[in-house]
């Protein structure tokens, strides 16, 4: 495994929130939420980022995004709606080199982001 905060949190070497978990996904609470609901939902395999995804990671992706809506509506914010984002690269802030989705709801959103 990868020497970074989610590969640890993935092992269980360091404590999180974990609010979902399955054989291939885990989804825990960001440890500094942006909106009050704030989940990080990461696949268990070792992906650094979505570029970095292959053909034969389309169906662990695509579980990432059922994930985050099942996540959803057990954080009580399928009704008022959500935001799924994937940071990419410098532009977008990506911080952790582990692939992780953010769930974010429970308040009204900008858009465009800044
Ligand atoms: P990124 O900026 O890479 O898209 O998102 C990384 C996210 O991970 C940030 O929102 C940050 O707050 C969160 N984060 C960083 N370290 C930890 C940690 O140790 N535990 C948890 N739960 N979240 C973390």
Do not use: Q
């Amino acid at each position: 495994m990868a020497d970074n905060i989610f590969a640890k949190i993935i092992t269980k070497e360091i404590p999180a929130k974990i609010v979902y978990e399955d054989e291939r996904v885990l989804a825990f609470r960001d440890i500094g939420p942006k909106a009050p609901v704030h989940v990080l939902i990461v696949p268990k395999k070792e992906i650094a980022r979505v570029s970095e995804a292959t053909a034969a990671d389309e169906a662990l992706l695509g579980h990432l995004l059922t994930v985050a809506a099942e996540v959803a509506r057990r954080e009580g914010v399928d009704d008022t709606g959500y935001r799924l984002v994937i940071n990419k690269g410098p532009h977008a802030g990506e911080s952790v080199p582990h692939l992780h989705m953010h769930l974010l709801g429970g308040r009204p959103m900008a858009w465009p982001p800044g």
